[in-house]
């Protein structure tokens, strides 16, 4: 059996009796001597949080009392937006970075922050929208790859592969929980330093986590009594987690029994990986109505999280290549139809329509999802889904009641608005045998500019494949059966080799 590290007890008194001045004193000591050991540069995690605030102010610190003339190994900050961030942090977090840019610079600090965003291949509304992937569940969860770890390990692996090795500064604490307790005692125990741990997913690079000790309590304590070094105040994010808190309470602790502040966790407003987005929640209904105008997006990520038969009728019976897939006799449903994808961009835009109106101004041009993004959705729709009514730019102006800035794609397709309608017409309300023969054409349309037709009859033959049935309940009915004859094939099969070896014997 395992032996569970324990969650360390929050300390009553901040850190453990000393004061704050001496403990700021020894860390700065540590990072300036860590700092000017090497050359090898440094990749600072950055979330706008508490933590990653607190690290970051530490080194910030440490750094102003090197000599100018020792200040010559560039500290990166990195902070990865997912692009579906929630968006009063992800507002905080491009001010910081921005107060930090020109603070680093009249300083002379060698601080570089980076704002990373995933690739269009990689962001929600692409994947979602675009791809059909149904909402990221515990079981598929293809959103944290793709969005937070991607962007950030192409950075690191870009300064590895400059500097030959890199030291990630990051602001994780034991006493988040008992699993980060865990891993970090885990890689403790490999250490090349005192304080430096090797990174488990990334080569030639290691980890320092000078806040690894402290508790809840003893970040708040440092950050609202040192200023912060590049001039964005810590005041305002301390009120932007009393707003994510359900009573807005951050109450002096007295004892191991008073509530702690700041324990909300910000993340994307998307997520359905939770059962509920509390801190969200809790902006909605708190500060005086301020934050009131992000509902739409409440209500959205609500909708997403849909569970059962109800989200079984927004996905298609089939996978992504067409097959059928059971688990225990059920089928396994596969991407979100045509007609949900194009439901949750209508849902999208008019959520973003209903923000901009209400929001306050810095955050007035907010954008849910980008134009690139639909660029992009509108490309796979209409190429890769063969979805030829090009339907995007429609959706696009009836929500948002402006044009859709991209040129026609008509001259491209091998059917017209006015020749889907009649082909619609023609299979008489049958989705299945429309959407069949739409990409039967389309994929006759593609294969008649190409010198070689190589593929066509294979292309043809996957398409006849995937329309092949008369509904969803035929083709449940066609997996069984297949299943009942690979089972009954598996059953016979030992019995045909022993009277195979039965034979042989005979005739030795």
Same mark, same amino acid.
């Given at each position: 059996?395992?032996?569970?590290?324990?969650?360390?007890?929050?300390?009553?008194?901040?850190? +453990?009796?000393?004061?704050?001045?001496?403990?700021?004193?020894?860390?700065?000591?540590?990072?300036?001597?860590?700092?000017?050991?090497?050359?090898?540069?440094?990749?600072?995690?950055? #979330?706008?949080?508490?933590?990653?605030?607190?690290?970051?102010?530490?080194?910030?610190?440490?750094?102003?009392?090197?000599?100018?003339?020792? $200040?010559?190994?560039?500290?990166?900050?990195?902070?990865?937006?997912?692009?579906?961030?929630?968006?009063?942090?992800?507002?905080?977090?491009?001010?910081?970075?921005?107060?930090?840019?020109?603070?680093?610079?009249?300083?002379?600090?060698?601080?570089?922050?980076?704002?990373?965003?995933?690739?269009?291949?990689?962001?929600?509304?692409?994947? *979602?929208?675009?791809?059909?992937?149904?909402?990221?569940?515990?079981?598929?969860?293809? /959103?944290?790859?793709?969005?937070?770890?991607?962007?950030?390990?192409?950075?690191?692996?870009?300064?590895?592969?400059?500097?030959?090795?890199?030291?990630?500064?990051?602001?994780?604490?034991?006493?988040?929980?008992?699993?980060?307790?865990?891993?970090?005692?885990?890689?403790?125990?490999? $250490?090349?330093?005192?304080?430096?741990?090797?990174?488990?997913?990334?080569?030639?690079?290691?980890?320092?986590?000078?806040?690894?000790?402290? #508790?809840?309590?003893?970040?708040?304590?440092?950050?609202?009594?040192?200023?912060?070094?590049?001039?964005?105040?810590?005041?305002?994010?301390?009120?932007?987690?009393?707003?994510?808190? +359900?009573?807005?309470? /951050?109450?002096?602790?007295?004892? #191991?029994?008073?509530?702690? /502040?700041?324990?909300?966790?910000?993340?994307?407003?998307? /997520?359905?990986?939770?059962?509920?987005?509390?801190?969200?929640?809790?902006?909605?209904?708190?500060?005086?109505?301020?934050?009131?105008?992000?509902?739409?997006?409440?209500?959205?990520?609500?909708? *997403?999280?849909?569970?059962?038969?109800?989200?079984?009728?927004?996905?298609?019976?089939?996978?992504?290549?067409?097959?059928?897939?059971?688990?225990?006799? $059920?089928?396994?449903?596969?991407?979100?139809?045509?007609?949900?994808?194009?439901?949750?961009?209508?849902?999208?835009?008019?959520?973003?329509?209903?923000?901009?109106?209400?929001?306050?101004?810095?955050?007035?041009?907010?954008?849910?999802?980008?134009?690139?993004?639909?660029?992009?959705?509108?490309?796979?729709?209409?190429?890769?889904?063969? +979805?030829?009514?090009?339907?995007?730019?429609?959706?696009?102006?009836?929500?948002?009641?402006?044009?859709?800035?991209?040129?026609? *794609?008509? +001259?491209?397709?091998?059917?017209?608005?006015?020749?889907?309608?009649?082909? $619609?017409?023609?299979?008489?309300?049958?989705?299945?045998?429309?959407?069949?023969?739409?990409?039967?054409?389309?994929?006759?349309?593609?294969?008649?500019?190409?010198?070689?037709? #190589?593929?066509?009859?294979?292309?043809?033959?996957?398409?006849?494949?995937?329309?092949?049935?008369?509904?969803?309940?035929?083709?449940?009915?066609?997996?069984?059966?297949?299943?009942?004859?690979?089972?009954?094939?598996?059953?016979?099969?030992?019995?045909?080799?022993?009277?195979?070896?039965?034979?042989?014997?005979?005739?030795?």
């Amino acid at each position: 059996m395992s032996t569970l590290i324990p969650t360390p007890v929050r300390r009553v008194v901040p850190f +453990e009796g000393s004061g704050l001045k001496q403990v700021v004193a020894e860390l700065t000591d540590e990072i300036r001597e860590l700092y000017l050991a090497d050359e090898v540069p440094w990749v600072v995690g950055y #979330s706008g949080g508490k933590d990653s605030t607190a690290t970051l102010q530490l080194v910030w610190l440490a750094l102003k009392e090197v000599p100018v003339e020792q $200040r010559k190994k560039t500290v990166y900050v990195i902070s990865t937006d997912t692009l579906v961030e929630n968006p009063v942090v992800a507002a905080w977090v491009s001010q910081s970075l921005e107060t930090m840019r020109q603070a680093a610079v009249k300083q002379e600090l060698p601080i570089e922050p980076n704002r990373l965003t995933p690739e269009i291949k990689d962001t929600f509304w692409v994947n *979602l929208i675009g791809r059909g992937y149904p909402a990221p569940r515990p079981k598929f969860r293809w /959103c944290t790859e793709r969005m937070k770890i991607r962007p950030s390990n192409s950075f690191i692996r870009r300064v590895v592969r400059r500097h030959g090795e890199a030291i990630m500064v990051l602001g994780i604490r034991k006493q988040e929980s008992q699993s980060r307790a865990r891993a970090m005692a885990k890689h403790e125990k490999r $250490r090349v330093q005192e304080r430096l741990s090797p990174n488990g997913n990334l080569p030639n690079s290691l980890v320092y986590s000078p806040i690894e000790a402290w #508790s809840n309590d003893e970040v708040w304590t440092f950050l609202m009594q040192q200023d912060n070094p590049w001039g964005h105040r810590n005041k305002d994010l301390l009120t932007m987690y009393q707003s994510a808190t +359900e009573d807005q309470e /951050c109450p002096l602790v007295v004892d #191991s029994s008073t509530p702690s /502040c700041g324990d909300s966790r910000f993340g994307c407003w998307t /997520c359905t990986l939770v059962e509920k987005d509390k801190s969200m929640a809790a902006m909605v209904n708190n500060a005086d109505n301020e934050m009131e105008w992000m509902e739409p997006l409440l209500s959205l990520r609500n909708k *997403l999280d849909v569970t059962g038969e109800e989200e079984h009728k927004l996905r298609d019976f089939r996978k992504m290549n067409g097959s059928i897939q059971l688990f225990d006799e $059920r089928i396994v449903h596969g991407p979100y139809t045509q007609a949900a994808r194009e439901d949750w961009l209508r849902q999208l835009l008019a959520a973003q329509s209903v923000v901009r109106q209400l929001a306050p101004e810095h955050v007035r041009n907010i954008e849910l999802i980008t134009m690139e993004e639909l660029h992009e959705i509108r490309r796979m729709w209409v190429f890769e889904k063969h +979805e030829v009514e090009d339907s995007l730019p429609r959706i696009y102006e009836e929500e948002t009641h402006e044009s859709f800035p991209g040129r026609p *794609l008509d +001259e491209h397709l091998a059917l017209g608005a006015g020749e889907i309608d009649l082909l $619609r017409e023609a299979c008489d309300g049958d989705d299945l045998l429309f959407t069949t023969a739409r990409e039967l054409l389309e994929v006759e349309r593609k294969f008649r500019t190409m010198t070689r037709r #190589s593929g066509l009859f294979e292309a043809l033959e996957k398409t006849v494949k995937r329309g092949f049935f008369d509904g969803k309940d035929d083709a449940h009915a066609h997996a069984l059966n297949k299943k009942k004859l690979r089972e009954e094939i598996a059953d016979r099969l030992p019995m045909t080799l022993t009277e195979d070896e039965d034979t042989a014997d005979a005739s030795a």
